[in-house]
């Protein structure tokens, strides 16, 4: 089967660094996406990530070891708009995991 | 306008009712999709529709009919709902269905509440 855990809440200091891993199991890979959703909105698109090694995006950066089944979405100087639900999504977007809710203190 | 459109925001219905959502996408996109978020699970994949082939989520009950008479409109059509039903739906749309990168843009959702 295909599944990705998450994990479910994270907290971290506003101007800090924050990881949020996601791994899975899946028989074929084909590419894993990272998106953001604020409380209330629609999901929007962050990063993809197909084959190994960190693509970066400004403050926002994305790993993929597809040995390990591991993804981490690393998010530099927060902000406190980022505080949100960060999802992880394989193969077309058809498996999704249940988010991190991502909380930033000042 | 632009991105995708979801109407109505909110709907509330009863279990013998029949409602249908709609979504519309402006950015000429040929992939449109239907999502359901429940609170602390994964987005569950429902529909997809790509150049008028469609894909289902053989889970998905049967009192949910999809409909996209275009590339860029698509209808979600309820009947006979259970309260478990209830959730927040979402439309998405993106570029192709078999380009690799290819991402979603989602409309806001219907949060919709079955009593």
């Known amino acids: 089967g295909q599944n990705i855990d998450q994990p479910t809440e994270m907290t971290a200091t506003e101007g800090a660094i924050v990881q949020i891993n996601c791994t899975y199991q899946?028989?074929?890979?084909?590419?894993l996406f990272w998106y953001q959703q604020h409380a209330g909105e629609a999901p929007t698109f962050l990063s993809y990530?197909?084959l190994d090694g960190l693509e970066e995006k400004g403050r926002f950066s994305s790993f993929l070891s597809r040995s390990k089944g591991y993804s981490y979405l690393l998010l530099k100087e927060l902000q406190m708009k980022d505080s949100a639900s960060y999802l992880c999504?394989?193969?077309?977007?058809?498996?999704w995991g249940a988010g991190t809710k991502l909380i930033i203190k000042p | 306008e632009t991105g995708v459109t979801q109407t109505p925001r909110h709907l509330v219905m009863g279990m013998t009712n029949k409602k249908s959502l709609k979504c519309e996408q402006h950015?000429?996109?040929?992939?449109m999709y239907w999502y359901k978020q429940s609170a602390k699970k994964p987005l569950e994949l429902m529909f997809v529709?790509?150049?008028?082939?469609?894909?289902e989520n053989n889970s998905v009950p049967s009192r949910f009919s999809p409909e996209c008479p275009n590339s860029s409109h698509l209808f979600l059509h309820l009947h006979t709902l259970q309260p478990e039903d209830s959730a927040l739906y979402l439309c998405?749309?993106?570029?192709?269905?078999?380009?690799?990168?290819?991402?979603?843009?989602f409309g806001n959702g219907t949060r919709l509440t079955v009593t």
């Open positions: 990530n197909v």
């Open positions: 529709y790509s150049l008028e082939e469609r894909v």
């Open positions: 999504a394989l193969n077309y977007q058809l498996i």
């Open positions: 950015l000429g996109h040929n992939a």
């Open positions: 998405a749309s993106s570029q192709d269905r078999v380009s690799y990168n290819s991402p979603l843009h």
């Open positions: 899946t028989s074929g890979f084909n590419g």
